[in-house]
């Protein structure tokens, strides 16, 4: 018995020998044969070599990107982007200009004939500092004129804001469903777009103060600051106030964001082109 089973473990040493020499010999074939194919065609490493990067992902900074399995992940990562975050920045600054010219918009500033309802109210807000009858509707009318003079300038600024707020958004659409990458025509109407858009806001915040200057320099305004100065009353001065600066303030930023979206945007294009020459290139070769 001890025989046999020395025999036996001999034939299974010979036997894993023998497979260990089969694979030794096999990877040789293989590395000799690959060797010969580089030489004959040279191409060929090249070929391999473009495989393994063939379905890969780069999404830069300036929007140029690959193919990945994580697609919608590598999609998302554009808001990351240089690109992504000033198109968010250009949705949230026209935001604010729209609720500064909003503010102003809603707020009609009437006049509350609250002591005429007589009692306690007569005996809070009566007296020296109450309008009478004639007085009191005079001033509603002055007020109802005064809105009427103040609400154009409000409008248009929040139908521009509105506008461009719907731009950054649709920019910022095509920037994650990778767009400018299949048609880099896009990027070069965007940077155009935006360079437009960043120099006609200058007109437009002169536009908004030469308005409103109007507004407050007008006579209606002028006769009903007096009329509630002449009872101690506050809060009707001809003069800017503060969101009205806010919103300027902000188109000034704008200027400077769209500018520096063009920017980006022309960059951007440079990258995508020459990315894309680069990979014709590579194709023209295999």
Not at 158 to 164: D, H, I, Q, T, V
Not at 186 to 203: R, T
């Amino acid at each position: 018995m001890p025989d046999q089973s020395r025999n036996q473990n001999h034939r299974n040493h010979e036997r894993r020998d023998w497979n260990r020499g089969r694979e030794e010999k096999y990877r040789e074939e293989r590395s000799t044969r690959y060797e010969e194919e580089n030489e004959r065609d040279p191409r060929h490493n090249q070929r391999t070599d473009s495989y393994h990067y063939r379905h890969q992902e780069v999404y830069s900074d300036t929007s140029t990107f690959e193919t990945t399995r994580g697609e919608a992940l590598y999609n998302l990562r554009y808001i990351l982007t240089s690109r992504g975050i000033c198109q968010i920045m250009e949705f949230f600054l026209n935001m604010l200009i729209i609720i500064c010219a909003g503010v102003p918009y809603s707020n009609t500033g009437k006049y509350q004939d609250i002591a005429n309802l007589g009692g306690l109210y007569y005996y809070y807000y009566g007296g020296a500092q109450a309008f009478t009858p004639q007085e009191a509707a005079k001033v509603k009318q002055l007020d109802d004129l005064f809105y009427q003079l103040k609400v154009p300038p409000y409008i248009f600024t929040m139908a521009c804001g509105g506008a461009l707020m719907a731009y950054a958004l649709a920019m910022l659409a095509l920037g994650l469903f990778r767009v400018p990458y299949r048609w880099p025509p896009v990027l070069l109407a965007e940077a155009v777009v935006d360079g437009l858009i960043g120099l006609g806001y200058i007109p437009a915040v002169a536009f908004y103060f030469i308005k409103l200057q109007e507004t407050y320099s007008n006579a209606v305004c002028k006769e009903r600051e007096d009329m509630y100065k002449s009872k101690g009353l506050k809060g009707s001065e001809c003069s800017l106030n503060g969101t009205d600066i806010a919103g300027g303030i902000f188109g000034v930023l704008g200027v400077f964001l769209f500018l520096l979206s063009a920017v980006l945007a022309g960059r951007a294009f440079r990258e995508v082109r020459k990315l894309k020459q680069q990979r014709e290139a590579e194709n023209g070769n295999l």
